[in-house]
């Protein structure tokens, strides 16, 4: 049976919406099922490393899992239900089962005050706690009294899962994309990055790079991969994180690490047709400041549409799939595959008449521009590659000493190979 394919914003959007009721975190179940789901669209090849691994600085920490957890009336009457949205438990709660009055019940509750009918998305991964978060109005109407807390989860040894999707290219050095799958109802950050990611990768045909699309938990998952993955650095040429890729604001790149990488000056040139913004690189967002610790250095940046923490919905139950549209993930797609199909084409070219311009008119190639409506930019842009191929341009370089259009420029470049004028 063939693998569904994600084509359409509406498709993506019912992945979302499919996605969005598991809890998941950093480790468990939760994180399993999700990528199940991914893995009937691509090939997964899955991970588990245990409980106890050392990763860098970091150690694998017990997995969590969860059955239920509720905030009820002596009576019975659940006035806090996970069964009724995943958010209302802090992430890693220690089990918990006891009766409380509402005094003491507060210390454990986490609300927005400023947006009184949202509950916000609070964690406790490494340190042992717990807690229930809840909308502010919903406090307000909670006499006092005594209420029966229950959280039936577990911490035990067990594992942290990932997985990996690879297009292989005509090239063993790659690209990675990497989305994190740790976060449990939020539409937005990340479940629309996912579904943008597996469609991407569903679209990807023989392409000139190798394209390794990581699906991970948020920063250890990125470390362990780092760590476990040493031998394959080197391959690793360039690099996207992509998150927030769903919601109505317009694109934002964040620069590498290294500020000029190949992809920081890709993603800036496809960027130009669409609204968005660029910014500097910051070791604070997502799992791009992972790759670009000095150690590593790669060159990966970030995509966001409104990056994180930028929109009032980010970690709440706003984020949820009325948030995301269609349109939005249908762009922030394009935009990727305008961006690694520059990537792919970005080559460099050595001019094999370098002494004068080579009569093009005899070679047939003025010909084969007659009567195109950019045959002007097309002839310029033989020029531009034939004046530009000394081995150290890049046709991307060309494109934007020229002003041309990469297309345009990538069409001569091989029309030129072909004439015997220019090899790679």
Not at 37 to 46: K, M, N, T, V
Not at 307 to 322: F, I, L, R, V
């Amino acid at each position: 049976m063939a693998a569904p394919q994600l084509r359409t914003g509406a498709e993506l959007h019912a992945l979302v919406e499919r996605l969005y009721p598991i809890c998941r975190s950093i480790t468990g179940d939760g994180v399993r099922q999700t990528l199940d789901i991914i893995g009937e669209h691509i090939p997964l090849e899955r991970h588990e490393v245990p409980t106890g691994t050392a990763v860098l600085d970091w150690t694998i920490p017990q997995e969590w899992n969860i059955r239920d957890a509720y905030v009820a009336t002596p009576s019975g009457e659940r006035v806090i239900d996970f069964q009724e949205l995943n958010l209302h438990v802090v992430g890693y709660s220690v089990p918990v089962r006891q009766r409380m009055s509402l005094s003491e019940l507060r210390e454990h509750l986490h609300t927005l005050p400023d947006q009184p009918s949202w509950v916000p998305y609070r964690t406790s991964y490494y340190a042992p706690a717990w807690g229930f978060c809840l909308a502010q109005e919903k406090l307000d109407t909670l006499p006092d009294g005594d209420y029966d807390v229950v959280i039936d989860s577990t911490l035990a040894d067990g594992s942290l899962t990932y997985g990996e999707h690879v297009v292989p290219g005509r090239v063993t050095d790659e690209v990675i994309v990497s989305c994190h799958v740790c976060h449990p109802s939020l539409a937005n950050d990340n479940l629309a990055g996912i579904a943008v990611a597996i469609s991407l990768a569903q679209q990807l045909v023989d392409p000139y790079y190798t394209y390794r699309f990581l699906f991970m938990p948020g920063t250890i998952g990125s470390i362990t991969w780092l760590a476990r993955n040493a031998s394959r650095i080197e391959k690793v040429r360039h690099g996207l994180v992509l998150a927030c890729a769903g919601d109505p604001g317009p694109l934002t790149y964040k620069k590498s690490r290294r500020d000029d990488a190949e992809i920081d000056r890709v993603m800036q040139h496809v960027l130009r047709s669409r609204e968005h913004r660029v910014v500097d690189f910051s070791p604070y967002g997502y799992d791009e400041r992972q790759f670009c610790s000095p150690g590593f250095n790669l060159g990966v940046g970030s995509l966001t549409r409104t990056p994180y923490a930028g929109y009032p919905e980010y970690h709440t139950s706003a984020d949820n799939p009325g948030f995301v549209s269609p349109a939005a993930m249908e762009d922030t797609l394009g935009a990727l595959r305008d961006a690694f199909g520059v990537l792919d084409r970005n080559r460099r070219y050595v001019n094999l008449s370098p002494y004068g311009e080579p009569q093009l008119g005899k070679r047939g190639l003025y010909d084969s521009l007659g009567g195109r409506s950019d045959a002007k930019q097309a002839q310029m842009a033989m020029l531009w590659v034939l004046n530009l191929s000394d081995g150290s341009h890049s046709l991307l370089d060309i494109a934007e000493r020229a002003g041309l259009p990469f297309d345009i420029v990538d069409v001569a470049a091989r029309a030129l190979h072909d004439a015997g004028l220019v090899k790679e």
